[in-house]
């Protein structure tokens, strides 16, 4: 069985900072990449940001382009989103996640979400 756990979350205002963080547990399993999707009260679960471990290579919506950075290290399994100037419209759930395919796939794995509320 394998785990992600988020941490970090919290209540920020906005202009602020927060990072996340997310580690693996259980069994151990090798990951193509891994990301943070986001889910806001009364909308679908969005893509907010991947990493491929080969060349290390990210990837980012549109929307926190310029204020999000991840980062992580691909023999733990950990993956950091360091969110910065964060506006209120970034508020949501998020989700860590992970693809555990050799060549790239779908998201096999999600931790169970860390709240961030950013206050106007």
């Known amino acids: 069985q394998v785990q992600l756990v988020e941490s970090g979350g919290g209540l920020v205002q906005a202009g602020g900072s927060l990072r996340l963080s997310c580690a693996a547990s259980?069994?151990?399993?090798?990951?193509?990449?891994m990301g943070w999707f986001r889910q806001a009260p009364g909308k679908e679960r969005e893509f907010v940001a991947a990493?491929?471990?080969?060349?290390?290579?990210?990837v980012y919506a549109d929307s926190v382009k310029g204020r999000y950075t991840i980062s992580g290290a691909n023999a733990k399994n950990t993956v950091l989103l360091q969110m910065n100037s964060l506006k209120p419209e970034d508020t949501a759930v998020y989700y860590c996640?992970?693809?555990?395919?050799?060549?790239?796939?779908?998201?096999?794995?999600w931790g169970q979400g860390t709240q961030v509320t950013v206050s106007s």
């Open positions: 996640a992970a693809d555990a395919s050799k060549y790239g796939g779908t998201w096999d794995y």
């Open positions: 990493i491929r471990w080969s060349g290390y290579s990210t």
């Open positions: 259980g069994r151990p399993f090798s990951s193509y990449r």
